[in-house]
């Protein structure tokens, strides 16, 4: 198992423009999270997804969407990227049952200029 | 509103020497994780603490949860070099909230 893939790694963008994190999970989990992460700081739930179709908002929602179109897959868009959005983005999955224990994939490092 | 507060944020030991990370958290909740992140890492989880009173080791780290209290510790036994990262705890009571984390170097 791969456990849970991001794509890219790292990413600069320029104001305005607008880009899609991807994020898919091989462990057949129901739930999907997306994070961010600011420098020396911990990780805020942006979105998270309890299955295909479902997604709900996290903490810090405003200027993300998201999709859950298969079990696998939780893209994370960015639309008009702003400096603020300069962080690193984690996803993780969790099979939803007792322990929800959740499982990162490796980032993406996000700039905006 | 769920707020996780660690302490301490930063924390330098020497080898062989025993510490203690504390986490609190605010709201009633029965559900506590501890991770460890490496620098430029993603998060490896350590342990999930499920109950009152659970307690789980794992070689020189030690995590215990008093939910009455709403206090989970993460205690360093014989500190090696090995162990320096940063460590989160993180709380769900609607969703999962992290705290700051603490910094944690050990020196020879």
């Known amino acids: 198992n791969a456990g849970v893939t991001q794509t890219p790694k790292f990413r600069i963008l320029k104001i305005g423009q607008s880009m899609t994190l991807q994020c898919t999970q091989d462990m057949n989990h129901n739930y999907m999270y997306w994070y961010r992460q600011d420098p020396g700081m911990g990780l805020k739930l942006i979105y998270y997804?309890?299955?295909?179709?479902?997604?709900d908002k996290g903490e810090v929602p405003n200027g993300y969407n998201v999709s859950r179109s298969t079990t696998e897959d939780f893209p994370l868009r960015l639309e008009l990227a702003a400096p603020s959005q300069t962080s690193v983005y984690f996803c993780a999955s969790s099979h939803g049952l007792a322990t929800n224990e959740q499982f990162f994939g490796p980032g993406t490092r996000l700039t905006v200029l | 509103e769920l707020k996780v507060e660690q302490n301490p944020l930063f924390l330098s030991m020497q080898e062989g020497k025993n510490y203690t990370i504390y986490c609190n958290y605010s709201t009633t909740s029965d559900r506590l994780y501890w991770y460890r992140q490496d620098p430029g890492k993603s998060l490896e989880s350590l342990f999930v603490l499920l109950s009152n009173g659970a307690v789980k080791q794992e070689g020189r780290l030690m995590a215990s949860l008093d939910t009455k209290a709403r206090l989970s510790t993460l205690h360093i036994t014989a500190a090696v070099h090995d162990l320096s990262a940063t460590y989160f705890c993180?709380?769900?009571?609607?969703?999962?909230?992290f705290g700051a984390g603490t910094r944690l170097t050990v020196k020879p």
């Open positions: 993180a709380v769900v009571a609607n969703d999962m909230r």
């Open positions: 997804s309890v299955g295909a179709g479902i997604t």
